[in-house]
């Protein structure tokens, strides 16, 4: 169940601490999305340009997936969004 907390949190405490809970989260959420946006508009540049050579593609494509599964751990979120 997705947003279980917020329910909880909503249903026990009230609409008030809710809106301080969201905010909190919201910015402790924030610079995971910053690394994820820079790590994907670095990313697609790379591979374009070593499309061309097969052996530097697979260690480009090994290594943003290794910084991607870095930045996915920071967040608690398991689909990474």
């Known amino acids: 169940m997705r947003y ?3 329910f909880i949190i909503g ?5 008030t601490e809710l809106g301080f ?15 994820r946006l ?6 697609f ?9 097969r052996n530097a593609l697979k260690k480009a494509a090994y290594s ?3 910084i991607n599964l870095f930045i996915m751990s920071l967040s608690d979120n398991p689909n990474g969004f």
């Open 45 to 53: 540049p790379v591979i374009s340009k070593l499309q061309i050579e």
């Open 21 to 35: 809970y969201i905010i909190a989260y919201q910015l402790a959420a924030f610079p995971v999305q910053i690394l």
């Open 11 to 15: 249903s026990m405490l009230g609409v």
């Open 38 to 43: 820079v790590a994907s508009r670095v990313a």
């Open 64 to 66: 943003i997936l290794q």
């Open 4 to 6: 279980g907390d917020n």
